[in-house]
């Protein structure tokens, strides 16, 4: 790591002519209004396990009353400069591939082209006893006919699109309509594997790049942070730019501390004009 503060200008070097992957997480879309885990001011909270939601009719019917209320805001999210930042660095070569961390869709809504969903898409919904799979713009229309008028008013956001509710025991939840069974977003939970063949997509994309740009992201799961490790072992240069320290800082070649779009912004700017 350099020994001096570094600034966006060791960024813009080092990245300058390296054709570079991108590891993003949930603090490039704190700017469209998706609240994050653990950024500065997050609020502590303990999402729901697979082992939980698995567990009981109850959990699933506690998450499906929260994600239905936070659907509505995730829904109404844009992408902001920083996700159309990259779409332009991969517009112009300097950006090969964008892993993300996030299941918001914020990246293909931006345009991004070579893109991973690590942890999948909360726009989509499989049921787990027959593995049908169902758009969440659908199930949503079906839980508003079956609790209408439900979770009418203000709720906090949490990250993921999940709504801070307590009372949850009137919510009807939907079942599968091919086999009646049960429903998850189709995303990767706490306590749950990314599925090996993505895993094994990410660590192509990161052998085949030149540097491995991480943006917005604590890499406090293994998920992550195992690129970041698998860079560093092979001599991969790290760029990591985050609001705070991350599990990886003392693997990167350069920590920035500072903001997705206030970086990514001015490094597009500097790289697309290379």
Not at 8 to 22: E, K, M, Q, Y
Not at 186 to 211: H, I, T, Y
Not at 228 to 241: D, F, M, Y
């Amino acid at each position: 790591m350099l020994t001096s503060a570094p600034h966006l200008g060791d960024v813009c070097a080092l990245l300058a002519g390296r054709r570079t992957v991108v590891l993003t997480g949930a603090g490039i879309s704190t700017d469209s209004g998706i609240p994050d885990y653990r950024g500065p001011g997050s609020v502590p909270r303990q999402p729901m396990t697979y082992q939980e939601f698995v567990a009981s009719p109850q959990a699933q019917q506690r998450y499906w009353a929260r994600a239905h209320i936070g659907w509505r805001h995730m829904t109404g999210a844009a992408p902001n400069a920083a996700h159309h930042a990259l779409v332009a660095l991969e517009a112009a070569g300097a950006v090969s591939a964008v892993v993300t961390q996030n299941v918001d869709g914020l990246h293909e809504a931006a345009g991004q082209r070579e893109l991973v969903t690590l942890h999948g898409r909360i726009a989509d919904v499989v049921c787990l006893d027959c593995g049908d799979r169902t758009s969440r713009a659908t199930l949503h229309e079906r839980l508003e006919a079956l609790n209408p008028g439900y979770g009418d008013g203000v709720y906090a956001i949490a990250p993921d699109g999940d709504a801070l509710l307590e009372e949850t025991a009137g919510f009807v939840v939907a079942p599968c309509e091919r086999c009646g069974g049960r429903l998850k977003p189709d995303v990767v939970f706490f306590g749950e594997n990314v599925p090996k063949p993505r895993v094994e997509r990410c660590r192509s994309l990161v052998d085949d790049a030149d540097a491995l740009l991480v943006v917005g992201s604590s890499l406090q799961v293994l998920s992550g942070l195992r690129f970041v490790r698998q860079a560093a072992k092979a001599g991969t240069p790290v760029v990591i730019v985050n609001r705070g320290t991350t599990r990886g800082d003392e693997l990167a070649t350069v920590k920035l501390e500072a903001g997705c779009a206030e970086t990514l912004v001015p490094l597009a700017e500097s790289l697309t004009a290379a």
